[in-house]
Nanobody, 128 residues
Framework: QLQLVESGGGLVQPGGSLRLSCQAS????????MGWFRQAPGKEREWVSC????????NYAASVEGRFTISRDKAKNMLYLQMDALKPEDTAVYYC?????????????????????WGQGTQVTVSS
């Protein structure tokens, strides 16, 4: 059974950076597309970014394009999200997700319904 555990969240000032990590165990992620989502208090969980199983295709929500970078390390079975130029509106619980049957394209991999496996989340707070 695939298990995902996020880490790296915390409190950061506006304009700062954080790097989130997602460690997978139980299953190799070589053939899984993966994504990052976030959920702010009182709001729906929203898609942030995805990466294909090969790592060659990535997509980002407009709100984070140019500031966030998704990457994966297959050897370590890890997923990452580098977040730069953070804004108060980036404050949320961040979740990683994985699925062996979805893709990461303009029309796929950007919905919570595309992913079967989820981590427990890590809190990111951007505040001065």
């Amino acid at each position: 059974q695939l298990q995902l555990v996020e880490s790296g969240g915390g409190l950061v000032q506006p304009g700062g950076s954080l790097r989130l990590s997602c460690q997978a165990s139980g299953v190799r992620l070589d053939f899984y597309s993966m994504g990052w989502f976030r959920q702010a208090p009182g709001k729906e969980r929203e898609w942030v970014s995805c990466i294909s199983s090969s790592g060659t295709s990535t997509n980002y929500a407009a709100s984070v394009e140019g500031r966030f970078t998704i990457s994966r390390d297959k050897a370590k079975n890890m997923l990452y999200l580098q977040m730069d130029a953070l804004k108060p509106e980036d404050t949320a619980v961040y979740y990683c997700a994985a699925d062996p049957f979805t893709a990461c394209t303009v029309v796929a991999g950007n919905s919570r319904h595309d992913y079967e496996y989820w981590g427990q989340g890590t809190q990111v707070t951007v505040s001065s």
